[in-house]
C-alpha cells in the first residue's frame, strides 16, 4: 500500500498549485481521504478531509473558499486544488487514507488514518 503525492512547487502569493495523490495497493473509493500539511516548526494539521460515510468534505478555516477536492477513479488519484495561495500556506502537504475509524474520531483527526504519502513541498513567495 502507497500512496504518492506530487505537484509542490514554488509558486508567488495569489497563485494556485493542483497537487496529486496516487494510490497503489488500495483503492480510493474504499477510503477517507485527507489533505494535510505542516508548516516549519509547526503541528501537522488537517486542511480538507472527506468523511467515508457521507462524503462531506471539512474544510480548516484557513482554506475555505480556496481550496477544493476532487479526484479520478480511473486514475485512483486524488487531487487538491489550491487557489489564491498565500505565504503562510508554505509547508508540506501530505494525503492521508483511513477506514471507519476516521467517521468515528472526526475528519482530519491525525491518528484515525492508516496511510499517508510521503508529502511535497509548497512555498509560496510574498
Known amino acids: 500500500v502507497q500512496l504518492q503525492a506530487s505537484g509542490g512547487g514554488l509558486v508567488q502569493a495569489g497563485g494556485s498549485l493542483r497537487l496529486s495523490c496516487a494510490a497503489s495497493?488500495?483503492?480510493?473509493?474504499?477510503?477517507?481521504i485527507g489533505w494535510f500539511r505542516q508548516a516549519p516548526g509547526k503541528d501537522r494539521e488537517g486542511v480538507l478531509c472527506?468523511?467515508?460515510?457521507?462524503?462531506?468534505?471539512y474544510y480548516a478555516d484557513s482554506v475555505k473558499g480556496r481550496f477544493t477536492f476532487s479526484s479520478d477513479n480511473a486514475k485512483n488519484t486524488v487531487y487538491l486544488q489550491m487557489n489564491s495561495l498565500k505565504p503562510e500556506g508554505t509547508a508540506v502537504y501530505y494525503c492521508?487514507?483511513?477506514?471507519?475509524?476516521?467517521?468515528?474520531?472526526?475528519?482530519?483527526?491525525?491518528?484515525?488514518?492508516?496511510?499517508w504519502g510521503q508529502g511535497t513541498l509548497v512555498t509560496v513567495s510574498s
Open positions: 472527506i468523511s467515508k460515510s457521507d462524503g462531506s468534505t
Open positions: 495497493g488500495f483503492t480510493f473509493d474504499d477510503y477517507a
Open positions: 492521508a487514507a483511513g477506514l471507519d475509524l476516521v467517521d468515528v474520531l472526526g475528519p482530519c483527526y491525525l491518528p484515525a488514518y492508516d496511510y
